[in-house]
């Protein structure tokens, strides 16, 4: 949960290192502000976690 809203629909995101703690929460903040969130890592595991 993020404390303020942004509007971020009709907007896209790309996070590297997705899959890791602090910028998997970065992926699903944006994601909860209305963004299309592509999470990208070298552990497709840990990328898949996260989305």
């Not at 009709?10 to 996070?15: E, G, Q």
């Amino acid at each position: 949960m993020v404390p303020f809203k942004i509007d971020l629909k009709n907007k896209v995101a790309a996070v590297t290192g997705g899959g890791g703690v602090l910028c998997g929460a970065f992926a699903e903040a944006l994601a909860e502000c209305g963004a299309k969130v592509a999470i990208l890592d070298l552990r497709k595991e840990a990328a898949d976690a996260v989305a």
